[in-house]
């Protein structure tokens, strides 16, 4: 089945305690893509990679690290988790940049105390 | 710069009633793609259409019809004889030029309640 994995699912952690977010996707997509939603603020995109080895920032990227060394894999870095990254978190994957239809993940929610 | 507004933040009505979620978008680019998401409660966002700019016919996929008007900027989204199956967010998109890249802006959403 076509899709788009995200781990954990749901996620309380403590201020500044490192952790990583799993995404991965088997339809053989370019892009990928990392969003967060907040009420009232839709989605907005914190980065995305447009193939191996070629990341950038979206619109909201501080406070995050993203890496792209396989086709499949775009893990979100939260290096020092602040309250305000508590949010709900997708994965997005298409084919290519931009036209394409972007498949999305179950969404990881994060609560930072 | 691009945007999308979706004025509605929450709608109510009763099953079997038709109901129209409005959509706004602003984009200075010729060729864009519209989109339109459902998220149900269970908090997964399911795709339900892309339309390119070129193409303003209007598309019916069972219960479920938009209306693409470029004159006015809107991406209308009808559900015809809701049901409770219905009740979910609703996000409009815009996959537009943004500093150089194609991103997709989503607008804030409507949410739908379908009263049994």
């Known amino acids: 089945e076509a899709q788009v994995t995200q781990n954990p699912r749901y996620l309380i952690t403590v201020t500044g305690k490192k952790l990583t977010v799993t995404c991965s996707q088997n339809m053989n997509h370019e892009y990928m893509s990392w969003y967060r939603q907040d009420p009232g603020l839709g989605l907005r995109q914190i980065y995305y990679?447009?193939?191996?080895?070629?990341?950038d920032k979206g619109d909201v990227p501080e406070g995050y690290k993203v890496s792209r060394k396989e086709k499949r894999n775009f893990p979100l870095i939260l290096e020092s988790p602040s309250p305000n990254q508590t949010s709900l978190y997708f994965c997005?994957?298409?084919?290519?940049?931009?036209?394409?239809?972007?498949?999305f993940g179950p969404g990881t929610r994060l609560l930072v105390l | 710069a691009q945007k999308v507004t979706q004025a509605q933040t929450e709608i109510s009505v009763v099953e079997k009633e038709d109901v129209t979620l409005d959509c706004v978008y602003e984009?200075?680019?010729?060729?864009?793609?519209l989109f339109w998401y459902k998220q149900p409660p269970s908090g997964e966002l399911v795709f339900l259409i892309r339309r390119n700019s070129f193409d303003e016919q209007n598309e019916i996929s069972g219960r479920y019809s938009w209306n693409f008007q470029k004159s006015t900027s809107s991406f209308n989204f009808t559900i015809t004889a809701s049901q409770v199956v219905d009740s979910a967010v609703y996000f409009c998109a815009l996959s537009g030029p943004i500093g150089g890249r194609r991103a997709l802006t989503f607008g804030s959403g409507t949410r739908l309640q379908v009263q049994p």
């Open positions: 990679s447009m193939n191996v080895e070629v990341t």
């Open positions: 984009t200075r680019d010729t060729t864009y793609y």
């Open positions: 997005a994957s298409s084919l290519f940049e931009g036209w394409e239809t972007q498949y």
